[in-house]
């Protein structure tokens, strides 16, 4: 299940409209690494199931990496979708949710791609 943790919460409760504007918030650290891990644990689940796939099926130098490609950024829509209109209260960058992790599963893409293409279509 892909789910995010909410880590702002308000500092005080404010009792002018001036002051609620103003007002800062406190992060929950604990939170904030959930979600990493989260996006973290997304990504390494994708390179892991695109790689085998492109090692299935046969794909090789470019093709190989535009694939990739396409599922990373198949991810991140789920990721911004899944964040919803009010992303900043579970991560702290909206950016994040597009680059957090992308070189990390590229080794793992690259792992399961070439070891499911030599099982498959080389041995």
């Not at 199931?49 to 492109?54: D, E, H, K, M, V």
């Not at 535009?66 to 198949?74: E, G, I, K």
């Not at 994040?96 to 041995?123: E, K, P, Q, R, S």
Request: glycine share 8%; net charge negative; with cysteine.
């Amino acid at each position: 299940v892909l789910q995010l943790t909410n880590f702002t919460t308000p500092d005080v409760v404010m009792n002018t409209k001036d002051e609620a504007e103003a007002s800062s918030f406190v992060y929950n650290e604990t939170a904030i690494r959930a979600n990493f891990q989260m996006i973290g644990r997304c990504r390494t689940a994708l390179a892991l199931l695109a790689g085998a796939t492109a090692g299935i099926l046969g794909l090789t130098g470019l093709a190989g990496f535009v694939f990739y490609l396409l599922a990373s950024v198949m991810m991140s829509f789920v990721l911004t979708a899944t964040a919803g209109v009010h992303w900043e209260n579970y991560v702290m960058s909206k950016s994040m949710l597009w680059t957090d992790g992308i070189a990390n599963g590229l080794i793992t893409y690259v792992l399961f791609w070439t070891f499911l293409y030599g099982m498959i279509h080389v041995y």
